[in-house]
């Protein structure tokens, strides 16, 4: 059975601080990973990753793809307040299947 | 380009009513899914879309329906609503092409059955 697994499913951190959010996968005929932030709404893209060992980075966040240990991390450096949201990772497969983690809640406190 | 559109909003239904979720999109994206996310569940896939005409099931299949007569509409109806499909909706569409495209989502349909 495809699954995605997310870790930690909650955070909290003060502003400033640098985290790492782990996204595990099984499943079959992979593609491609994606992250996505959600806050009160609809999930909005953030990276897409396909290959092992290439970073992706948009200012403070960066992902990076492992696909031989079929893993991905995303980091965020100087956190700020405007970061607390749920971020979800979701797989995509060969048939154009996406299979969602269960999202990893952080909180950021002044 | 409106993108993807939901309608309705919200919805509050009795137990045992049906109705139907809107979802379209003006991208001409042949691939669209139904999710729907609980507190502490992501998203979960109930039914997707390669193509007009085609439909599959997800995760959470039972108890909706989809059809897809053209590429740009792919509705989700619930046939006899229950509890159990108190949820937010999300409608997303990709253009299909192996697993390489990003995905796009709704705004999402807040779902309350009674």
């Known amino acids: 059975e495809d699954k995605v697994v997310q870790s930690p499913l909650s955070l909290v951190v003060h502003e400033g601080d640098t985290v790492t959010l782990n996204c595990s996968y099984e499943?079959?005929?992979?593609?491609?990973l994606l992250w996505y932030k959600q806050e009160k709404k609809a999930p909005t893209f953030l990276f897409m990753l396909?290959?092992?060992?290439i970073e992706k980075k948009s200012g403070r966040l960066s992902s990076i793809l492992d696909k031989k240990e079929l893993f991905s991390i995303l980091n965020i450096t100087a956190t700020q307040t405007g970061d607390s949201a749920v971020y979800l990772c979701?797989?995509?497969?060969?048939?154009?299947?996406?299979?969602f983690g269960p999202g990893t809640s952080l909180s950021v406190i002044p | 380009n409106a993108g993807v559109t939901q309608t309705p909003k919200f919805q509050v239904l009795k137990t045992g009513q049906s109705m139907t979720l809107q979802c379209a999109q003006d991208?001409?994206?042949?691939?669209m899914s139904w999710y729907r996310q609980d507190p502490g569940m992501g998203l979960r896939l109930i039914h997707y879309?390669?193509?007009?005409?085609?439909?599959d099931q997800g995760e959470v299949p039972n108890g909706y329906n989809v059809s897809r007569s053209t590429t740009e509409d792919f509705p989700l109806r619930l046939l006899s609503a229950a509890p159990s499909q108190t949820s937010v909706y999300f409608c997303?569409?990709?253009?299909?092409?192996?697993?390489?495209?990003?995905?796009?989502f709704g705004p999402g349909t807040r779902l309350t059955v009674l």
């Open positions: 997303a569409s990709t253009l299909a092409g192996g697993g390489y495209n990003e995905q796009f």
């Open positions: 499943v079959t005929n992979f593609r491609s």
């Open positions: 396909t290959s092992s060992g």
């Open positions: 979701a797989v995509k497969t060969s048939y154009d299947k996406v299979i």
């Open positions: 991208m001409n994206h042949e691939y």
């Open positions: 879309s390669v193509g007009a005409g085609i439909t």
